[in-house]
C-alpha cells in the first residue's frame, strides 16, 4: 500500500480532512494497519489488532461524514486500548498468560469511544498486570523504544506510547497507577495526561489499582488529548467517585497563562539522583514559562516518605492484584502460579497475607497526603518538575524493589488525585527524549492543559518523528 501520510496527523486534522472530503477513514485505517505490520514486530506495540470491527467501523463513520447533520466529537479518529481495559470480540489478557483467552464486554470507555464514533485499532502492550516501568510479559517479545530500539518504551502504557509515537495511530488509551501514562509519553517523546481521578470512570471488568489508577489518553498534540477527555469523561452511576463537576476540555486554548504562580522543584526536596541534561531542561521550561509572564517560586510539594508495604515483603497493594484475579479465576494461584512472570509472582504470592486493618492504614494515609497537597497548592497555581530521565537500556532494567518509598517525580499524584501532563521539551545528548511534568490542582485539568499548550506553542514537539516513522525498513531488531 502506497504511503499517503495519513499517519502524520493529529486526530483534530484527521476529522478536519474528514469534513472536506480530503480522504476517508477507511483509507486512514488501512494505512495505520499496514504501518502496524511492519513496525509492531520491532516495536511489539500491539498484542492484538481489531482489523475487521475497525474497517467496518471506519466505513460507518465514513458513512456518516458523507451525509448532512452533526457529526460524533471522534467520528472515524483511530484509537487503541491498552490490555488492561476491555474490549469486546477481542482477548484481554492484562499482559499475562493465564487470560491469553478472556474475553469481557466493553468497558465504559470504551463503549464511549465507539458512540462517539472512534474506531477501535486494537489493544496496546503492557507488562503482566501493569506491573512494571517497562513492558515485558509472556505474551510477546519485549517493548522497544523507536528512539533507539536497545532502550525501553516505558511503562506500563508503553505500547501505547511507541505506537503513537511511530504514526500507528493518534491516540493510545492507558492507565496511570504510579506514571504509566506519563513514564512512557516522556520516554517516547509525545504528550501524556493523567487526568483528575475518575475524570474517566472505571468502569471495567478488571481493576487491580482502585483509589490510584487513572484511564487517560496519550497523543502527539494537546488538542487530541483535549478532543478525547471532550469526549468521554463525565460522571457514570456505578462509580460513584467519578460523580464530579463537568468541564469544558476544549476551554483550555482560551486566555493565557499569564500571572500564574509556578512552583518548581528539581527533586521534591529528597534528593533523587536525577540526569544532569534532563535537569537542564527543566531550568530551561522555568525560564520558559518566565518569559511567558508566570511567576516562578523554587518549592518542593509534600512527599511520602513512608514504604509502600502493610508488612515485611508485602507491597501494600498486592491484596488488590490478587482479589482482582481471584474475582476473575477462582483459586487462581493454585491454577496458575507457575504461569506468571518474574515481576508478578512474588507480589501475587503475598497477595492473601495483605491484611485489611494495615490495608486501611495506608489508605488513611493517601487520603491525608492528599489534604496536604491540595493545602500545599493553595499557594500555587501549577508545579513544574522533571517527568523521568532518558529512556533506560533494557539490558539494565531489573527487578523493582516494592517496599521502598515512593521516589518518583509521577506516583504521588496518583495518590493525590491532582491532574499530571508529561510535555516533550527537547533531546537528550544519547538522541533520547526528554520532557517535563506539570501538575495542577485537584480539578484542574483545563488548566493544565493550557499550561501544556503554551509549551507545545512555544516549543512544538508533534512535527519530530523517530528515523523508523519516515522509513520503517529500520524497525529491526
Known amino acids: 500500500m502506497a504511503d499517503a501520510g495519513f499517519w502524520r496527523l493529529s486526530a483534530a486534522q484527521l476529522l478536519e480532512g474528514y469534513a472536506h472530503h480530503e480522504f476517508s477513514p477507511v483509507e486512514v485505517v488501512r494505512e495505520l494497519f499496514d504501518r ?32 448532512s447533520g452533526e457529526k460524533p466529537a471522534l467520528c472515524g479518529v483511530p484509537v487503541s486500548i491498552k490490555d488492561s481495559i476491555e474490549v469486546e470480540g477481542m482477548p484481554t489478557t492484562y499482559g499475562s498468560l493465564p487470560f491469553k483467552d478472556n474475553r469481557q464486554p466493553d468497558a465504559e470507555l470504551v463503549r464511549r469511544i465507539r458512540a462517539a464514533g472512534g474506531v477501535i485499532t486494537g489493544k496496546t502492550n503492557l507488562p503482566e498486570f501493569a506491573l512494571h516501568g517497562a513492558v515485558d510479559n509472556l505474551l510477546s517479545p519485549v517493548g522497544r ?13 508503553g505500547g501505547a506510547g511507541n505506537s503513537v ?14 506514571g504509566s501514562i506519563r513514564m512512557p509519553a516522556a520516554a517516547n517523546g509525545i504528550y501524556g495526561i493523567k487526568p483528575s481521578y475518575q475524570r474517566i470512570p472505571a468502569v471495567q471488568t478488571w481493576r487491580a489499582a482502585p483509589g490510584r489508577s487513572h484511564n487517560g489518553p496519550l497523543t502527539r498534540t494537546v488538542r487530541d488529548a483535549a478532543l ?6 463525565g460522571a457514570d452511576a456505578r462509580d460513584g467517585e467519578s460523580n464530579v463537576p463537568p468541564v469544558d476540555y476544549m476551554s483550555f486554548a482560551d486566555g493565557d497563562i499569564r500571572g500564574m504562580r509556578v512552583a518548581l522543584s528539581y527533586d521534591f526536596g529528597r534528593g ?23 511567576e516562578i517560586i523554587e518549592a518542593d510539594p509534600p512527599t511520602l516518605h513512608e514504604p509502600e508495604e502493610l508488612e515485611p515483603g508485602v507491597w501494600a497493594y498486592a491484596g488488590d492484584h490478587y482479589a482482582a484475579a481471584e474475582a476473575m479465576i477462582p483459586g487462581f494461584l493454585e491454577k496458575h502460579i507457575d504461569d506468571l512472570g518474574a515481576h508478578a509472582r512474588p507480589l501475587y504470592e503475598r497477595g492473601p497475607d495483605a491484611k485489611a486493618w494495615q490495608y486501611r492504614r495506608i489508605v488513611r494515609r493517601n487520603r491525608a497526603f492528599g489534604l496536604e497537597m491540595q493545602a500545599w497548592f493553595r499557594d500555587f497555581d501549577f508545579l513544574l518538575s522533571p517527568s523521568i530521565g532518558p529512556a533506560a537500556k533494557l539490558a539494565d532494567i531489573g527487578l523493582r524493589d516494592r517496599s521502598r518509598a515512593l521516589v518518583s517525580f509521577t506516583s504521588p499524584f496518583n495518590h493525590t488525585y491532582n491532574p499530571a501532563a508529561a510535555i516533550p521539551f527537547g533531546f537528550h545528548s544519547s538522541g533520547l527524549p526528554l520532557g517535563v511534568q506539570v501538575v495542577g490542582r485537584l480539578r484542574d485539568d483545563v488548566g493544565v492543559l493550557r499550561m501544556s499548550a503554551a509549551f507545545e506553542k512555544a516549543n512544538p514537539w508533534a512535527h519530530r518523528w523517530p528515523a523508523m516513522a519516515d522509513d520503517m525498513s529500520l524497525a529491526k531488531i
Open 272 to 294: 533523587f539522583a536525577m540526569d544532569a541534561e534532563a535537569l537542564k531542561f527543566v531550568r530551561e521550561a522555568a525560564q520558559l514559562l518566565a518569559e511567558l509572564g508566570c
Open 165 to 178: 509515537a511511530t504514526g500507528m495511530g493518534p491516540i493510545g488509551i492507558g492507565t496511570d497507577s504510579g
Open 36 to 67: 502496524a505490520e511492519q513496525l509492531n514486530p520491532a516495536l511489539s506495540a500491539f498484542l492484538a489488532m481489531n482489523t475487521d470491527d475497525a474497517l467496518s467501523a471506519a466505513q460507518t463513520a465514513e458513512n456518516v461524514w458523507m451525509g
Open 228 to 233: 478525547l477527555l471532550q469526549a468521554i469523561s
Open 145 to 157: 523504544n523507536p528512539w533507539n530500539l536497545d532502550h525501553t518504551c516505558g511503562g506500563s502504557s
